[in-house]
Nanobody, 122 residues
Framework: QVQLVESGGGLVQAGGSLRLSCAAS????????MGWFRQAPGKEREFVAA????????YYADSVKGRFTISRDNAKNTVYVQMNSLNPEDTAVYYC???????????????WGQGTQVTVSS
């Protein structure tokens, strides 16, 4: 059983930056691909970014490519997403998720965090 706890959300002005963190416990962290997803009110949860277990491969949704950077520190059992040039359309609850072995761009991850709110004001 893997537990995930996100942190780092908050309120930021358009054009600003935030870094979200997700601390994992209860499993062999490097065996899990990690993903970030987001869900805005009234919308489906959507893929944002993912990173392979060793951290060599990263993947991004087109809507965040060039603005967000996913990374991980396997020694600290933590995955991050650096979010720059934020705009109001990025407002959502952001979730991290763990998937055994392989990255997925859909929500078929094994474990989920509780989410952290990101609000971008115009």
């Amino acid at each position: 059983q893997v537990q995930l706890v996100e942190s780092g959300g908050g309120l930021v002005q358009a054009g600003g930056s935030l870094r979200l963190s997700c601390a994992a416990s209860g499993g062999t962290f490097s065996s899990y691909a990690m993903g970030w997803f987001r869900q805005a009110p009234g919308k489906e949860r959507e893929f944002v970014a993912a990173i392979s277990g060793p951290g060599r491969s990263t993947y991004y949704a087109d809507s965040v490519k060039g603005r967000f950077t996913i990374s991980r520190d396997n020694a600290k059992n933590t995955v991050y997403v650096q979010m720059n040039s934020l705009n109001p359309e990025d407002t959502a609850v952001y979730y991290c998720a763990a998937r055994y072995m392989a990255v997925s761009f859909t929500t078929d991850y094994n474990y989920w965090g509780q989410g952290t709110q990101v609000t971008v004001s115009s």
